[in-house]
């Protein structure tokens, strides 16, 4: 098992042009990283991150949370963003000039005892990451081929964990949104995999199938499974979301179930 990071460059290196994340702009619209853009981005920020030495970095979205854990920084879940993302591209571009070897040089030193987040007074290291995206690909069975829609918070383990790095993991193509706007985005994409946020009631059908998924390692997140195989995966509990089913060999049902 790798790191995150070296796993996210093997997914760079395969991925190439195919699209790797999409983030919604508006409706129906969605800007869109191939896998040679979202890797070189992380590159470039990361290049920037280690030169400034910055301790920790905040999980403003996926380019930040990956370029963090590729530069040794320490993801805090609790604090904003402090410096702008195209001027640290940018100071990392020049650094990646000067240096071509200094990225493959920084997350090859990585352990899995290295920290890699905080949040709430709780430790993360990249072993646990690594941990928790493997526990979460074993059960989904997510592959390179897979799309995962996600609108869990980065504000939250679950929100890291599910939403950003089970995608750079795999290889699969990532839709990143909000869940006021769930319903018409399931649509956009069609994926196999949901993460969204869910309220604090249980679909009938699914409620003697409730499992955590290694809940200490990701607090918040669980999955239910009903007869028809349809799997349904919640994070956070927060007030006026529902839940939406997956799936792994039919078409995906939209809508959600309250």
Known sequence: MNTVAAAFAGAVHHGRD???L????????????????YGRWVRHVALAL?????????????????????????????????VDLAALGARGAVIDDERPDAFEAMWSR????????????????????AWGVRSLEERLKVESSDRVLSTLPLSTPGGVVAGVL?????????????????AADV????PRVVFTTGVDLWCPPCVAGIAAIDGDLLPGLAVAEDD???????????????????????????????
Do not use: I, K, N
């Open 166 to 182: 089970l995608a750079a993991v795999t290889g699969a193509e990532l839709w990143m949104t909000e869940p006021t706007s769930l």
């Open 50 to 82: 280690a030169e400034s030495r910055d301790a920790t970095v905040a999980t403003a979205g996926p380019v930040w949370v990956l370029a963090g854990l590729a530069a040794g920084s320490v993801l805090d879940l609790d604090t904003p963003p402090s």
């Open 110 to 129: 990585l352990t899995f005892d290295d920290v890699a987040m905080v949040h709430d007074g709780h430790t993360f290291t990249h072993g646990t990451l």
């Open 228 to 258: 028809d195989g349809v799997t349904y995966v919640r994070g956070p509990q927060v007030a006026g979301t529902g839940w939406v089913p997956v799936q792994r060999d039919v078409p995906l049902r939209g809508g959600t179930c309250t």
């Open 18 to 20: 195919r699209p790797a």
């Open 22 to 37: 999409r983030t919604r702009v508006g409706p129906g619209a969605w800007a869109v990283l191939s896998w040679t853009e």
């Open 187 to 190: 649509a956009d994409a069609r």
